[in-house]
């Protein structure tokens, strides 16, 4: 998560295109305020959300049988969650607000 490090050393930054900073919300899942962290491991039932580019880097690679194209590659998990361990809320990259439905 953002403010992590990793085994060399590197600290992990906040991705580009999400939330930055903490901030109160209403979170209309729990219908409660709470104050919002994005520092924190974001998961998602939906394959179109967790591959959004805020969550998910593309790599490019050229295809192993025609060198004349490239492959945009990008590798979403599957998790299994301890029931009860988390919290829902809703989407954090902004898409509401461009009119844009991601699950």
């Known amino acids: 998560k953002p403010g992590d490090y990793t085994m060399d050393g590197k600290t992990l930054n906040m991705r580009t295109g ?4 903490k901030f109160n919300r209403y979170n209309k899942h729990s ?11 974001f998961l998602s039932p939906s394959i179109r959300y967790a591959g959004h580019e805020a969550y998910a880097n593309a790599f490019y690679c050229s295809h192993p049988q025609n060198r004349n194209r490239t492959l945009k590659v990008q590798f979403a998990f599957q998790v299994r969650i301890r029931p009860g361990s988390y919290c829902v809320g809703q989407e954090t990259v902004g898409a509401a607000r461009s009119g844009k439905t991601l699950d």
């Open 18 to 21: 999400h939330i930055a900073v």
């Open 31 to 41: 219908k409660q305020t709470e104050e919002f962290d994005p520092a924190q491991i």
